[in-house]
């Protein structure tokens, strides 16, 4: 039954059918291995199902709210900020452009979106200091996997609401690993720079400018406090820590002057198209998962990883490895959909932590926005830094190596993940 449900997946992908229509063919096949007669009955329900939960509602507000800081310009002042702290060194652009991944992160947390925005900016500056096009446009894909890492994270929300796991204390564990995973390019683009002898072109800010872009930056940057911390502290749910973040957003822009009706319907349009883009794949990833769950999927998935059952490292390591190339194939939102319904038994049942796990499995959906031939972000770098896809497909693999090393330490060290977590019980 796998096999076909993957095989139906892959053709329609192929033929480039629309991704939910995909997923809904391929349950279709499913229903005839288990019981046709269940597909009248629960292929509406699940669909609809799927998208029915509270928590989900945070999803287009957190989308909303970074649309708004993109188009008030507070993104560009984080931009100023991170080139004022490290613009001087030697490749400094290149730095600058993992910082500013880092910052991002906080405002919005959208790999998509942090590409985007980051590469039209940096790839043609880190070109003129001397960077090759192919590493700058890798780098700036790369780095932009933080993003869905730090809080906010909208993997994070839709791994809580499927297993009904705090969203607080997956938000808080994300923050070491994704600080982990940008110190990893730090040193990846240190290694670089002086291997191609790469120089300083900038002169280093003088303690007034850095201040000044700090001040400027504040607002954007005081934005993941307020979402983790309202979110941590009880104060709210996190769907209303969207709703509170939205507005702290347009009281921002009217105070600065920077937002008007234009650039309102503009946000509400961009996030109405990515919100209905995601929950039509959650709606029909739902009645996947379902099937393979009553197809007892989860169970046969325990019985072949019961050597391993008292060995959680191994356990995450061999559900890592399976995530990697299923995420090669399929996209990203459903993906996550698909595989945590299955894997999370699988896992607590050999004692990894929900939260450990939650990490993880976030982390590997985002390693896939950067692996060719489904990776999004690869695609985006590509067209913004204007070079062949296929040759983004070649330089990419650096990059994903070393995001796979900062993922198995991760795995390895869970007191990366549950430290924050622990410290505010």
Sequence with gaps: ????????????????????????????IGFVFVDFSLAYRMIPQQFFGG???????????????????NTSGLTSQLIRLANSLVGHLRGGLGY????????????????????S??????????????????????????????????????FMILYASLTNTSVGDLFLAGVIPGLLLGSAFLVMNYLYVRKVGIQSQHERASVKGVLSAFWYSAPALIAP???????????VTPTESGALIVAYAIILGLLNRTLNWRKLFDALADT?????????????????????AYAQLPDQLVEYLEPFKNNPTAVLLILSLLTFFIGMLMEEVSALMLLTPVFFPVAIASGVDPIHL??????????????????????????????????????????????I??????????????FLPGVFK
């Excluded at 982390?363 to 972000?377: E, F, K, Q, S």
């Design 96 to 115: 600058v452009n993992v910082i500013s991944s880092v910052f991002f992160a906080g405002v919005n947390g959208s790999a998509v979106a942090d590409t």
């Design 358 to 403: 939650g990490v993880v499995i976030t982390i590997n959906i985002t390693i896939a926005l950067i692996t060719p031939p489904m990776g999004a972000c690869v695609f985006v770098a590509a067209a913004v830094s204007k070079i062949e896809i296929t040759e983004m497909f070649k330089s990419i693999w650096p990059f994903v190596l070393v995001a």
């Design 225 to 235: 406090f307020i979402i983790v911390s309202s979110i941590v502290f009880g104060f």
């Design 51 to 69: 998208i029915d939960s509270f928590a989900l509602m945070a999803i287009p507000l957190f989308i909303f709210a970074g649309n708004l800081m």
């Design 405 to 418: 090393c900062a993922q198995v330490f991760v795995i390895c060290f869970p007191d990366l993940t549950l």
């Design 272 to 292: 109405a198209v990515l919100t209905g883009t995601i929950f039509v794949i959650i709606a029909a990833s739902a009645v996947i998962s379902w099937l393979l």
């Design 117 to 154: 925005a980051l590469g039209s900016l940096l790839v043609p500056a880190m070109k003129k200091e001397g960077y090759a096009t192919n590493y700058a446009a890798g780098l700036t894909a790369a780095s932009s996997l933080i993003g869905p890492i730090i809080p906010p994270s909208i």
């Design 1 to 28: 039954m796998l096999a076909a449900i993957i095989g139906t997946f892959l053709v329609n992908i192929l033929l480039g059918v629309p991704l939910f229509i995909c997923l809904l063919l391929a349950a279709l």
